[in-house]
């Protein structure tokens, strides 16, 4: 019992430290480009959020979520374009088309296990892709302009620093949302689904709605990720979304580690760096890259965050030791 308030006193230390590096970070870099590419950190973090809700809790495998990330940049696009709704509100009618779409793909497949589930995952993308391809005023290869990201009619990305903030919020509400959704009965059933489908049926949990839920909930984020996108590049173009980005968001729960709220965030930073670093190692890029996927598979199978509990469980179990011999030595010196 004194060891787990020893690691949550731990953790929340951690995460203060972290909150406030957060916050303080775009006060101390002059560098625009910098600011760009963390405020893609913040929208990696939201996307891979996404997919751990439905690979890390709900057990359900998808390689193709870069679907929705371009159905979110798409109708985002369409809608501040021909609409004139505000940016924020269509870039959550993205993702609510973006969670409807995810719905309708999982109604057939709520059935399929492993292969089966990613198969289809990875026909649905290419059906997207294509779909983009051949429609002539999506201008897929020359690509659309896109209206910037903006709020109350203030063009954010006129400092990026301003969309870093924004970004930042999205991430904290997004990253809230999560921890509430799976601390809550519909997190237990996805669980409960995961671990064992036949005894979740047993217990009376309708085992396809809620993994049409977490297709949904999933589908959602990766939605409201791909819409931020959109407005941030301030366009769109058909390669962004071929069916290979979409193992991105796998890495980045590999490097971080499922089943947590805060796996994703780390493997999204730990993959922006590792990109941002072999940026310029053209020819030798996707090897490098694989060796690295590799090397955690291999030697970090829970991700960073596995690896951080058990130095964490190593800490509070250092902490609760010396506790006691402070005790100890109190108790001799009284006697």
Known sequence: MRENLSIKKLNRIIL???GLAAVILPLLITNSYRLYFFSFVGIY????SGLDILFGYAGMISFGHIAYYAIGAYVTTLLTTYTGIPVVASMLIAAVVAAAAGALVALPCSKLKFQFLALASIAFANFIYQLICNISFLEPYRGLKVEPLSIFGINLNSNYRYTYYFILVCVVIALLAKHMIVKSKIGRAFMACRDNTRSADGMGINVRKYKVMAFAISTF???FAGACAAHLNELVVSNTYIQSNAFNYVIMCIFGGVNTIFGPVIGAVVFQFINEALASATAWRDIIFGGVVLLFIAFLPGGCMGALKKL????????NMG???TAAEGVEKND
Request: proline share 0%; charged share 30%; net charge positive.
């Open 16 to 18: 203060l430290i972290v």
């Open 45 to 48: 973090i939201v996307a891979a």
């Open 221 to 223: 984020y990766v939605g």
């Open 312 to 319: 964490e469980g190593k800490l509070a179990a250092r902490l």
């Open 323 to 325: 506790k006691k011999e």
